[in-house]
């Protein structure tokens, strides 16, 4: 167990719609990450929020966005979905600084998105 | 731009052999780091080792080590005496120090362990 835990693990919804997908760092992590993992790019970053405020952006789609709240936990808003959507997204957390040594990122289990 | 390379897509082995995994990378960074993930078939990322471009120590965890090699820029693992619970897929990660510790990541070696 990380320590990153992720909410839901499993999400079903349809083309066109909205979705959320919920995070909570390990304790202590100030830095959290999204990856996207699929078939046709592989795992991917897409975005990575330090204490509140957005610290790097990957291949992020301008239909997704995400946010990290004051608590830490981190979410990532999907809209408009589309087929190719489809794919586990993970989410990780580290206590690197920004100008600091690196810190090894821990990965939650992951949240499963199915857009039929 | 950094990229990760493994060429090796799958690797099928029979129980108790050694296997080594290969990764190939590329940066433009002095100051980067290499990451090694297993992903069981659970689905979850496990992280295994991270090294720095300016450790060149190879590293030995019981039946894992890894042999970085910056004049080929790889950073193979190899996985001695291979169990059937080794089977996953293994995933090697590069990240620079200018790129907000993002990590980018190799497409992945599928390895299978036949008992």
């Known amino acids: 167990d990380s320590g990153v835990t992720q909410t839901p693990k499993h999400l079903i919804t349809a083309t066109g719609q909205r979705v959320t997908l919920r995070c909570s760092p390990r304790s202590g992590d100030l830095s959290v990450y999204w990856y996207q993992q699929s078939l046709d790019q592989g795992l991917q970053f897409l975005i990575q929020y330090y204490n509140g405020e957005e610290r790097a952006k990957g291949n992020i789609l301008e239909r997704f966005s995400a946010q990290q709240f004051p608590d830490l936990h981190s979410e990532l808003n999907l809209s408009s979905l589309e087929l190719g959507d489809s794919a586990l997204y993970f989410c990780?957390?580290?206590?690197?600084?920004?100008?600091?040594?690196?810190?090894?990122?821990?990965f939650g289990p992951g949240t499963r998105l199915t857009v039929l | 731009a950094q990229k990760v390379t493994q060429a090796q897509t799958e690797i099928s082995v029979v129980e108790k052999e050694d296997v080594t995994l290969d990764c190939v990378y590329e940066?433009?960074?002095?100051?980067?780091?290499l990451f090694w993930y297993k992903q069981p078939p659970s689905g979850e990322l496990v992280f295994l080792i991270r090294?720095?471009?300016?450790?060149?120590q190879n590293e030995i965890s019981g039946r894992y080590s890894w042999n970085f090699q910056k004049s080929t820029s790889s950073f193979n693992f190899t996985i001695t005496a291979s169990q059937v619970v080794d089977s996953a897929v293994y995933f090697c990660?590069?990240?620079?120090?200018?790129?907000?510790?993002?990590?980018?990541f190799g497409g992945g070696t599928r390895l299978m362990v036949k008992p």
């Open positions: 090294r720095n471009s300016f450790d060149e």
């Open positions: 990780a957390s580290s206590t690197s600084r920004r100008g600091g040594s690196y810190n090894e990122q821990f």
């Open positions: 990660a590069l990240s620079e120090s200018n790129a907000g510790n993002m990590l980018t």
């Open positions: 940066t433009r960074d002095t100051t980067y780091y």
